[in-house]
């Protein structure tokens, strides 16, 4: 809120006028330019960086693969640790080269329901291994929708992948359709850890992550993808009690 304070006179007496104007929206403005920034510095580290990392770091993984046999037990323990960090930098550089490949994008009118249904497929062993079990309750039979058929597969596979994360004793996910006009909502809801307030406003952040193993970009492609398509996401989530991710496509 900022303010301005004028005096002046009516009719001889002192008066004095406030102007309060609300600088809400210019504030956000401005967190959209930083974070737009940001993600463009990502784009370009991926493109120059991440495969220059990739190359020497297949060296490295190959010669210590080679060496493993000649290191004495008491080290093992820290060529493992060696090789799990290795692991983290390709999952990391993958994932920063898989936002800034310009890769052909092959947009066809699809079902978004069996799209939904094959990333399932897809996860259902990991979610069962992790007793997690994913439900569905679509409120149609066809959600017609042109896009590149891998990207919005991405989309999916990160937030349903990322609400399995959240649930470390198991719980349900559930998949929800809902048809507004122009638009459909597709609602990941989890029974997870949630998001504290203080992480909320961060996690779409490149690089934010609160886990060992993640990179804090799966967000990030997201809702890089999602806006290529003029929809967007949302997140609401309670701490202890679960999160609800929405997808917003224009349809
Ligand atoms: P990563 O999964 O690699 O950490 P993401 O960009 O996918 O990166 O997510 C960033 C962070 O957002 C996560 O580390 C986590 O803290 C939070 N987050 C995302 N989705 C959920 C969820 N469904 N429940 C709880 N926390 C979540
Ligand atoms: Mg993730």
Redesign the pocket.
């Known amino acids: 809120m900022s303010r301005i304070v004028m005096p002046f006179y009516v009719d001889k007496n002192p008066s004095l006028q406030v102007i309060f104007r609300d600088v809400t929206e210019q504030k956000q403005n401005l967190k959209h330019v930083i974070q737009t920034e940001k993600l463009s510095t990502a784009g370009q580290l991926s493109a120059g960086i991440a495969h220059e990392i990739r190359n020497p770091l297949t060296s490295i993984k190959g010669f210590l693969q080679l060496i493993e046999g000649e290191i004495p037990p008491h080290s093992l323990l820290y060529t493992g640790i060696m090789k799990d960090e290795i692991d983290k930098i390709e999952r990391i550089t993958g994932e920063m080269l898989s936002l800034s490949k310009p890769q052909a994008y092959q947009c066809q009118e699809y079902n978004l329901l069996n799209l939904i249904n094959d990333v399932i497929t897809l996860l259902t062993p990991q979610a069962t291994l992790k007793n997690v079990e994913i439900l569905t309750d679509f409120t149609m039979e066809q959600a017609l929708f042109t896009c590149d058929k891998m990207q919005i597969k991405q989309v999916f596979i990160?937030i349903i992948?990322?609400?399995i994360?959240?649930m470390e004793r198991g719980g349900k996910v559930l998949i929800t359709t809902e048809n507004k006009v122009n638009w459909l909502n597709i609602h990941v809801i989890?029974e997870?850890?949630?998001?504290s307030d203080q992480?909320l406003y961060k996690?779409n952040e490149p690089f934010?992550?609160?886990?060992g193993t993640?990179?804090?970009?799966?967000?990030?492609i997201c809702n890089a993808i999602i806006k290529d398509y003029n929809g967007r996401i949302l997140i609401d989530?309670k701490e202890q009690k679960g999160?609800r991710?929405t997808i917003q496509l224009p349809i």
């Open positions: 990160n992948k990322n609400a994360e959240a989890d997870g850890s949630g998001i992480h996690v934010f992550t609160t886990k993640g990179t804090g970009l799966g967000l990030t989530s999160t991710v």
